[in-house]
């Protein structure tokens, strides 16, 4: 079991650039899940998938932010532009299934910082 | 909406001296409540899930408590290695977790 695998580690990017945050969720987990994480505000949920669709992506906080899962095995988040308030650890996770009580597995986040 | 809120933010203990972590919560309808544990740089892990008051959970050195309103990491005789941020999370009726924003403890030798 490889864990929840997030690319690119570390992303610096100037302000109005793209970014893409990728993520390879656990085989055979159902469900993935976007967190952001701040000083401020802790971990905030951006949006999450069940069975490759978007369930609730109300966290997302702007258009500038969207997200895809394509696959089981795959999803992306973009923002565009960027800004330096997004400045953030981004986390990928994922679980068996929603609707249970089962607990998240982490990716070890992609650093963003934007200037 | 579901708040969890995380008590002290910054801990220091010495090496063997006992204390707890405090995480007072608001849910319509607990499912579950999570303790997690993570290093610098790294991902949140798993350590504990607990579903109704006066559940207790163990695991080496952390012991893990509900009540209605609050759950309490115990920690006896904790070691170096013990530092890190603790998370705690509820899971309410949307079975999504909220968390709250931590505990750094730092365990000096």
């Known amino acids: 079991d490889a864990g929840v695998i997030q690319s690119p580690r570390h992303e610096v990017t100037e302000m109005g650039q793209e970014v893409t945050l990728r993520c390879k969720p656990i085989?055979?987990?159902?469900?993935l899940f976007w967190y952001r994480q701040t000083m401020m505000r802790g971990l905030e949920l951006l949006i999450y998938f069940n069975n490759n669709v978007p369930i609730d992506d109300s966290g997302m906080p702007e258009d500038r932010f969207s997200a895809k899962m394509p696959n089981a095995s795959f999803s992306t988040l973009k923002i565009q532009p960027s800004e330096p308030r997004d400045s953030a650890v981004y986390f990928c996770a994922s679980s068996p299934r929603t609707g249970d009580n089962s607990p998240l597995h982490f990716g070890n986040g992609t650093r963003l910082t934007v200037t | 909406e579901d708040q969890v809120t995380q008590s002290p933010e910054a801990l220091r203990l010495q090496e063997g001296e006992s204390s707890s972590l405090n995480c007072s919560y608001t849910?319509?309808?607990?499912?579950?409540l999570f303790w997690y544990r993570q290093d610098p740089g790294k991902g949140p892990e798993f350590l504990f899930t607990?579903?109704?008051a006066g559940e207790e959970k163990e695991k080496e050195r952390l012991k893990a408590t509900l009540t209605k309103k609050e759950s309490f990491l115990h920690i006896t005789a904790p070691k170096p290695e013990d530092s890190a941020t603790y998370l705690c999370?509820?899971?309410?009726?949307?079975?999504?977790?909220?968390f709250g924003r931590g505990t750094s403890l730092i365990v000096h030798p």
């Open positions: 849910v319509s309808g607990l499912r579950g």
């Open positions: 085989s055979g987990h159902n469900s």
């Open positions: 999370a509820v899971q309410g009726g949307s079975y999504i977790p909220t």
């Open positions: 607990l579903y109704s």
